[in-house]
């Protein structure tokens, strides 16, 4: 491998290369990053109309104890359902309470995470037929066994009154699959609506569950482009994500039914938390929205002006300032500073549809007009050929299997050098070669990035897909982060994606195979400076064959130092192997440090292995 470090053969990597791209698939957001507890926390994921079921809350006493029912009496006007419980038992008299009370439980997503010593804020509304003493309480599966607890009074000094009860609670205990109880023992009927519990140490105060912030900001990502994916698009119109209904209080927002990925969101996690959870990370933020376009129907090109007018107030809302019409609304939300919202993507895997696009050159007119900094990103392929529509960036999506995608490490190899650029907003190995998450996907994703790094003359970013799994509702697979309630690990697919964390931003120097075996090989080199005036160098090299490769690696232009210079090899027992909760580095990295660096080195790649050479 002959490395030339000349500047004349170097060229700067863009600065946004590697980010993430984040959907509402998998509960990754409802049941994941955003550390909601309570699931159905407005009792509306039965819809409007009432009574409703009011899943996953469950009852608890029996029918000669309490009855729950739902009806429209919030008094939030944008989801009207509020939950009514008759309790029918009392603490005297001829009907006593059983021992615990009676009332409801919510198990959260597959159990809540409670841990001792920490300390939850449960916010809830209220409002009663008499006064009532409320047992609010964090507690075992079985509700046998209490973590936390407090005692609200739901007072009755006007029925028609609801009034904001919020407690801390600080956990005796840990238990990783608890719930929430909210238990009487007094007769009378009592409403409760928006009940939210959330733990106090979420990332600065801003809602991510800390341990999945920290997987993310661990692979340095430059963007992060959300909220999808199909989730953008909905599988119909009327289910797809609508900005407006996911900013303001999280009590009045109405939460809504992601038909493609088929499940219910509060919506905790908006439009404004996007953003500030890319503002968190550090990463600019590329805005998905929706062009008027979902699976099943479409907006006429005729009738799409809404829609537009949609898109420039949700970039009011991110980058206008406090004074404007949305940037104020921003401003009311806590966040009187704009974000730094430069790109948009119109539309998700749209191209092709009958209005696509005519409802794209809409869109691409009215944003550059109005913001002509943006730029627009267009789901149509300009890899093979020229797009027959302006656009700064073009998508590309590939799933494939693990021999496919290695081959496609030179896909843009000859791609059109002038016009938009690629964004590889969603690259995978899937199937078999991958199940949900083998060592072997990882293997080719590496070779397939080896081949972005080398052409990001022309690819300005790219993205693994999809980012996250709740273990409880693997609708994709696989993803590079899985998690349950408390656990985690990253897939290796994930860990390839961190080999790659320095490389945005870094420049890339030519590194050219001179081997028999460079039809299963791929090499790259980049070199950064780090602000402390530190040189580094990495060279990545894939073996996707198997056979095991001695090769000499010459670097030209560069002094190298031997002192805590290494070796990284990924390789793991067998290509199927994957990570888990019990074994969440069983395909391991592992180090050698070098003894002495010359200018030739004989380096040997094992068969099937991901290799990184790092020199300071
Ligand atoms: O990443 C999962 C899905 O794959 C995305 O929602 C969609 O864009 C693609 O088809």
Redesign the pocket.
């Known amino acids: 491998l002959l490395v030339d470090a000349s500047e004349a053969a170097s060229r700067p990597i863009p600065e946004t290369l590697f980010g993430i791209f984040f959907?509402e698939?998998n509960h990754a957001g409802a049941g994941g990053l955003w550390a909601e507890l309570v699931s159905n926390r407005g009792f509306e994921a039965g819809g409007p109309n009432t009574p409703s079921n009011i899943d996953p809350w469950s009852v608890i006493g029996d029918e000669s104890s309490v009855i729950l029912t739902t009806d429209r009496s919030s008094c939030f006007e944008r989801n009207k359902v509020a939950l009514r419980i008759d309790v029918l038992c009392d603490s005297q008299g001829s009907n006593i309470c059983p021992s615990g009370g009676v009332g409801l439980y919510n198990p959260g997503f597959w159990g809540m995470n409670i841990e001792q010593g920490k300390t939850y804020k449960v916010i809830l509304y209220v409002r009663s037929s008499e006064s009532i003493n409320v047992s609010v309480s964090l507690t075992s599966s079985d509700g046998l066994k209490t973590l936390a607890t407090a005692n609200i009074i739901a007072a009755a000094a006007d029925v028609s009154n609801w009034t904001k009860a919020e407690v801390l609670l600080k956990a005796v205990g840990t238990d990783h699959s608890s719930r929430l109880q909210l238990t009487t023992s007094q007769k009378g009927v009592i409403w409760f609506d928006q009940v939210s519990a959330m733990p106090l140490d979420t990332y600065k105060g801003h809602g991510f569950r800390n341990d999945l912030f920290k997987m993310l900001a661990d692979i340095k990502p430059r963007f992060i482009r959300f909220p999808?994916?199909?989730?953008v698009e909905g599988e119909w119109l009327r289910d797809a994500f609508r900005w407006k209904e996911s900013i303001g209080p999280w009590e009045e927002r109405p939460g809504h039914f992601g038909d493609?990925w088929m499940y219910w969101t509060d919506d905790g996690l908006g439009y404004l938390e996007f953003l500030q959870l890319a503002e968190d990370l550090g990463a600019l933020p590329v805005w998905v929205i929706n062009n008027g376009i979902s699976h099943q129907d479409q907006v006429d090109t005729s009738n799409v002006l809404p829609f537009i007018q949609e898109a420039l107030d949700s970039i009011e809302f991110a980058r206008g300032d406090s004074n404007s019409k949305w940037g104020s609304v921003r401003a009311a939300m806590g966040h009187p500073e704009p974000f730094d919202l430069r790109y948009m993507a119109i539309g998700?895997?749209d191209c092709g549809k009958k209005n696509y696009r005519g409802n794209y050159l809409r869109f691409y007119d009215a944003i550059k007009r109005a913001y002509p900094d943006i730029k627009i990103i267009s789901n149509c392929d300009g890899s093979s050929q020229p797009l027959d529509h302006p656009a700064d960036i073009y998508d590309y999506?590939i799933?494939t299997s693990a021999s496919d995608l290695f081959s496609k490490s030179s896909r843009f190899n000859l791609a059109p050098r002038k016009g938009p650029k690629a964004f590889v907003s969603?690259y995978a190995v899937t199937g078999k070669d991958a199940e949900t998450g083998s060592f072997l996907a990882a293997l080719a994703e590496a070779g397939f990035l080896i081949g972005l790094e080398k052409n990001s003359d022309i690819i300005e970013m790219a993205s693994y897909?999809?980012l996250f799994v709740n273990s409880n509702d693997r609708r994709?697979n696989p993803d590079a982060i899985v998690f349950n309630s408390w656990q985690l690990y990253g897939t290796p697919s994930y860990w390839v994606h961190h080999l790659f964390k320095e490389s945005s931003g870094a420049t890339l120097l030519n590194a050219t195979l001179q081997s028999d075996s460079s039809s299963s090989l791929i090499a790259s080199a980049i070199a950064w400076q780090t602000d402390d005036m530190k040189s580094y160098l990495k060279i990545k090299i894939v073996n996707f064959g198997s056979s095991t490769v001695n090769l000499r690696i010459d670097v030209d232009g560069l002094k190298l130092n031997s002192l805590g210079s290494s070796q990284t090899v990924y390789t793991a027992a067998d290509l199927m192997d994957e990570n888990s909760f019990e074994e969440p580095k069983k395909v391991v990295r592992t180090q050698t440090l070098f003894e002495d660096v010359t200018k030739d080195m004989d380096v040997v790649l094992s068969p099937y292995s991901i290799n990184s050479f790092d020199f300071l």
Do not use: D, K, L, R
């Open positions: 959907e698939i999808g994916g199909c989730f493609v998700n895997e999506h799933y969603e897909a999809p994709w």
